[in-house]
């Protein structure tokens, strides 16, 4: 991770944002080490709510400058 990377911006008010590691350098939220971001959704059920996340990272997150995991949740689903 990239020390003073900006954060995507997230408009989805489905979606609950928490933030760790994290800084603020001119009024904008920049990485500051580690894992600094977790998207939650709240949906009828956990599938839903996985593919709600993974959708929205898959828009807004860049690939490329960032890593983020689309199996988490998978095990609770399979049950």
Avoid at 12 to 22: E, K
Avoid at 33 to 62: E, F, H, I, P, S
Wanted: hydrophobic share 40%; glycine share 6%; charged share 20%.
């Amino acid at each position: 991770m990239v020390n003073g990377r900006p954060l995507p911006q997230f408009d989805d008010p489905q979606l609950l944002i928490s933030y760790a590691g994290v800084a603020t350098e001119n009024s904008q939220v920049v990485s500051h080490g580690g894992r600094v971001l977790m998207v939650t959704a709240k949906a009828a059920d956990l599938k839903t709510a996985q593919q709600q996340v993974n959708q929205t990272l898959d828009r807004v997150v860049d690939a490329s400058a960032y890593t983020f995991r689309h199996d988490i949740g998978f095990h609770a689903i399979e049950q």
